[in-house]
């Protein structure tokens, strides 16, 4: 298998064939599976929020941020679902993760899962590209395998969505069955799904999965874990990143424009060797601003 020409045939705005598509993740998912739950990463790195669909964005991001191996990249997950090209963002980022498996780290999201991709995007994009749903069952075992969250220079915590009240040590989240666990309850749920708020303690999150958590929650875990800064996407940040809790805690957003209309800025933070943050921002494509006629997309902001 090419895999620069596959990556060529992405970047020239085409998509892979449903062949190609399944040989793509049966070998990302040998990869993966020899990746724990949580992934030991080292500084120089760039870190990345959400990224929806948005694939003509995410070469923006590649663009402005550099080209692996030259730079090594984390994702935070939300590769899929709302913008109008999940089939090839999943398609591409994985190409990347067979070329470089040390130097890209795809985290999970909580869009990563059958039932929100059957509601807000993927699966019918799949159906609409392949007429048939098998490459959507080949994504979906490929989330099964993606590891939960990164632990950077063991000084920055990096996840998806947040904090659970039922995890107080990283150690803790090694011990979840990623492949099994159920998707809107549990541990590995809260991870994916939570989110920081202005309040003490814990309370329920209004997105129907998860936990709003505040100042003294992160101040407790970073203090158990002896970590510096908590980094996290999830949740949009109309300038690309931002910070909470005497910045102990970050969300960083990487996909501009978000749904194409809401106006924000896409940003990579960037980690360097003394763990020092600054951040780099990058505008929509031209080519995102491109209609998908016939495509219904559905209010959803969480």
Known sequence: MDIDKQLDILRNGRCLSERDTHMICE???EILVEEANVIFVQTPIQVCGDIHGQFFDLLELFKEGGELPEKRYLFNGDYVNRGYHSVETM????????KYPKEIILLRGNHESRQQTQVYGLYDEVYRKFGNAYPWQY??????????CALIDQKVFSVHGGLSPKIKR???IRTIDRRNAKEHEGPMCDILWSDPEDIDGWA?????????FGKSVVNEFNHINDLILIARSHQLVMEGYKYEFLKKLVTVWSAPNYCYRCGNKGCIMVLDENLEQSF???EESCDSKLQVYG??????FL
């Open 91 to 98: 398609q591409y980022l994985l190409c990347l993760k067979i």
């Open 139 to 148: 994504f979906c075992e490929i989330f099964d395998y993606l590891p939960l």
């Open 204 to 212: 329920a999150n209004n997105r129907g999965a998860g936990y709003q």
């Open 295 to 300: 495509i219904k997309t559905l209010p959803y």
């Open 170 to 172: 990283i150690d803790q």
């Open 280 to 282: 780099q921002f990058f």
């Open 27 to 29: 070998y990302v998912k």
